[in-house]
């Protein structure tokens, strides 16, 4: 756990990159530094944490910004440092990847399928540059290494966020190897008996087909030498556990149904020897009819090539092979951040020059991909899916205190917010909260916002909202809780005579606040002598009237004072 071994796996990739190196050791040094006196619940400094996050990132390729985010991730949540202090020491970029993954740890997960799905779509939205995705993943990695540490009531909480939330998301960004390990270090704590009972069973099998397949390697390394072909790799590919169980589901729990429970995986220099080969292979040993899948000439939505085949092997025993070129597999390991690899290195003049920022979100790699898939598959259902899930031009994704999503249009305000959650919500919001602080109820909100409505008991809607709310139905829900509180409460009028002056009108708006009556109307008017204001406020009787305008008499400013009862 050293920096000399951080800095020296980024330089596998970025040999030449010495400003990079530079600053993930200045991060290394400050990230140690902030969490010193910190300990996890393993026992262990809570520095391993980071370094361990920041190393996988370093193994999947990424640039030194997102190595460097890695470290520094937790430092805004748990050290009490500041964005700002970020952004002065290590620039925009890493402090705008820091401030996200901070943002995605006040989501909670709640186990409902329309809360799932509007989680993994706010960990995209406001995410906004897949990096802030790819340091969340190996974060959360790290730490279901080490859930059997926390208490057993937040452990299945976690373990269902990671299978129901990041696995998918790791999915769908092509990275499989993660999301099957993910999946994989979540099952014990999901299904408990389950998982025993398939470590149990598979145990004898997974040895007997490793036997199996270290017979057959040879006869393949042979055949393919004979075609001219020297693979770069020949392994093993054994079936995920979690993967194991989700498809042993289908097949009465029978293991003698799974034909890829362990799979040789080849690996070879081009496109043209993927085909040689799985030409090879079948004339070696005759297919199993339908089990041919060429994922080359039409990858997966995600991006996964390779090709795949069952065949009568050895003994006639069902065998699974796995080909594809090295660029593939790093493909199908790393997902988006193999290809965001790729894509640093084609502008590796302007990545080592720091031209290489925050991805514009219209040309982000997830983009292109879209693009391309759509190309492949036009229409088809997971394209039309991923559409739907990542592209958020036109929506916001805000959280309640209890952490429950709201999905609102772009320029919502805690208004809107406040009638979606309910219409007497909205009828009686007084204020709002953003993000723990007091904010004006016309403030826009942002993706990732945790927005707490302020209510006051009789208060009555707005017509001045109407000027900054954004959604139909608040509006809607605006125009009829008006017209039914002055069409049911009597109405008293109040000309004043007043002075100029800021906050007057806030001043005034207040004590009738306080005192519980509705604002019908208020109108500003200028005249030669004093500016006035005609309000019309929900006030039924005389009693009444007269003492919000002893009141309202005596805020300074106010000159002159008239009221009457209308109808």
């Known amino acids: 756990m050293t920096l000399d071994k951080l800095t020296k796996e980024f330089k596998k990739h970025f040999p030449d990159d010495e400003v990079g190196a530079q600053v993930i050791a200045k991060a290394f040094v400050f990230a140690k530094n902030a969490h010193k006196n910190q300990k996890r619940a393993s026992g262990e400094n809570y520095f391993v944490h980071l370094f361990e996050t920041a190393f996988k990132l370093a193994s999947w390729q990424l640039d030194y910004q997102s190595i460097s985010a890695g470290l520094l991730h937790d430092t805004i949540e748990d050290c009490g440092v500041s964005v700002q202090?970020?952004?002065?020491?290590?620039?925009?970029?890493?402090?705008?990847?820091?401030?996200?993954?901070?943002?995605?740890?006040?989501i909670k997960y709640k186990e409902e399928e329309q809360s799932i799905e509007s989680l993994r779509k706010m960990i995209l939205a406001i995410s906004k540059d897949l990096r802030v995705i790819f340091i969340k993943l190996a974060d959360r990695l790290h730490n279901m290494k080490t859930l059997n540490h926390i208490p057993i009531q937040k452990q299945k909480r976690i373990a269902l966020e990671t299978a129901e939330i990041y696995a998918p998301i790791a999915y769908r960004l092509?990275?499989?190897?993660?999301?099957?390990?993910l999946e994989d270090l979540a099952f014990p704590y999901i299904y408990p008996e389950k998982h025993r009972w398939l470590i149990g069973s598979v145990k004898e099998s997974y040895d007997e087909r490793m036997k199996y397949l270290k017979k057959v390697e040879p006869i393949v390394l042979t055949n393919l030498k004979k075609a001219g072909i020297v693979p770069v790799s020949l392994d093993y590919r054994a079936k995920r556990l979690y993967s194991l169980y989700k498809k042993l589901l289908r097949y009465d729990l029978n293991l003698e149904n799974i034909y890829d429970l362990i799979a040789l995986r080849i690996i070879v220099k081009n496109v043209e020897e993927c085909y040689l080969a799985l030409g090879v292979i079948h004339q070696t040993w005759p297919p199993l009819p339908g089990r041919i899948k060429d994922y080359i000439a039409l990858p997966k939505p995600n991006g996964y090539q390779s090709l795949h085949t069952t065949v009568f092997c050895v003994d006639d025993k069902p065998t699974e092979f796995q080909i594809r070129t090295d660029e593939m597999h790093e493909q199908a390991e790393n997902g988006s951040a193999a290809h965001w690899f790729y894509e640093s290195k084609k502008g590796k003049d302007d990545y080592n020059q720091g031209k290489i920022s925050a991805v514009d979100s219209k040309e982000t790699i997830w983009t292109k991909q879209l693009k391309e898939w759509q190309n492949q598959f036009p229409g088809s259902k997971e394209f039309i899916e991923a559409l739907k899930i990542d592209f958020f031009?036109?929506?916001?994704?805000?959280?309640?205190?209890?952490?429950?999503?709201?999905?609102?249009?772009?320029?919502?305000?805690?208004?809107?917010?406040?009638?979606?959650?309910?219409?007497?919500?909205?009828?009686?919001?007084?204020g709002a909260k953003i993000n723990n602080k007091i904010a004006p109820l016309d403030t826009p909100l942002q993706s990732g916002d945790i927005v707490d409505i302020l209510t006051q008991k009789n208060k009555r809607a707005s017509e001045n909202w109407l000027n900054f709310v954004k959604t139909h139905y608040a509006k809607r829900k605006i125009k009829y809780s008006i017209k039914k509180s002055t069409s049911t409460t009597k109405k008293t009028e109040y000309k004043i005579a007043c002075k100029s002056r800021i906050g007057l009108i806030k001043d005034i708006t207040t004590i009738i606040s306080r005192n519980h009556f509705?604002?019908?109307?208020?109108?500003?008017?200028l005249n030669d002598k004093y500016p006035f204001i005609r309000l019309v406020i929900g006030a039924e009787n005389k009693e009444k009237a007269e003492n919000l305008m002893l009141k309202i008499k005596k805020v300074e400013g106010v000159k002159e004072i008239g009221y009457k009862l209308i109808d």
């Open 85 to 106: 202090e970020v952004k002065d020491k290590f620039g925009e970029e890493i402090s705008f990847l820091v401030e996200g993954v901070t943002k995605l740890g006040n």
């Open 174 to 181: 092509g990275m499989q190897n993660i999301a099957g390990e």
């Open 393 to 430: 031009s036109d929506r916001i994704f805000v959280l309640t205190p209890e952490g429950k999503v709201v999905d609102l249009p772009v320029g919502s305000t805690p208004v809107d917010f406040a009638y979606y959650i309910h219409s007497n919500i909205g009828d009686s919001c007084a």
């Open 518 to 525: 509705p604002v019908i109307k208020m109108e500003t008017f």
